[in-house]
């Protein structure tokens, strides 16, 4: 679930989920993919004693110890600038729950990693359904998650992973949810 309204008509409730783009992702792929960049053109700079930087004078480092120093933090932070925007082009953890009454099924679904697991669908029939649970922990690390409890399985998370939701949003969604399935509202 996210900020996104919830599609609801009265035999289907769909809830998109927001994945890894978010505005916090592409800012901090941004300023990864600067300074990475940045890093590593100073330490190149230092190494063929040519200035690559518009801005500063790289040429007054020495390679050894300096350049190599900024070499080696050019390639990490322009490696992890490329795993960010990996993360956001292919949305890994974006999805949707989808509740169909008429067909009397539970479908959720998010992106993954390329590979074995590249998408994740969980389908479940409706009449599993046991429960709706809040849980809201405050703290250092907040973590306020929405489950579906379904017949022989795990717990099920319904919402983004990161920014916490409001815990008012966060009650209204599950409150919602618990009232369209059937089941009764737990953790508050």
Do not use: C
């Not at 009650?171 to 509202?185: I, S």
């Amino acid at each position: 679930m996210s900020t996104t309204t919830s599609t609801v008509n009265s035999t289907v409730l769909s809830q998109p989920v927001l994945g890894s783009r978010r505005f916090s992702n592409y800012f901090w792929a941004v300023v990864v993919s600067i300074g990475g960049v940045g890093f590593l053109l100073a330490g190149l700079s230092s190494y063929f004693h040519t200035n690559l930087l518009p801005v500063g004078n790289p040429l007054e480092l020495t390679f050894y110890p300096q350049g190599i120093a900024m070499t080696f933090y050019g390639v990490a932070g322009t490696l992890l600038a490329t795993y960010l925007w990996v993360a956001i082009l292919l949305d890994i953890g974006g999805g949707y729950n989808k509740f169909d009454r008429e067909a009397g099924e539970i479908t959720i679904f998010r992106n993954g990693f390329p590979g074995k697991n590249r998408r994740i669908e969980l389908k479940s029939n409706m009449a599993d359904a046991q429960a709706v649970r809040v849980d809201i922990k405050d703290g250092l690390s907040p973590r306020r998650t929405l489950y579906v409890r379904i017949k022989g399985r795990r717990e099920i998370p319904l919402t983004r992973v990161g920014e916490p939701i409001s815990i008012t949003e966060l009650e209204t969604q599950g409150a919602n949810l618990a009232q369209f399935l059937g089941v009764p509202l737990e953790g508050l």
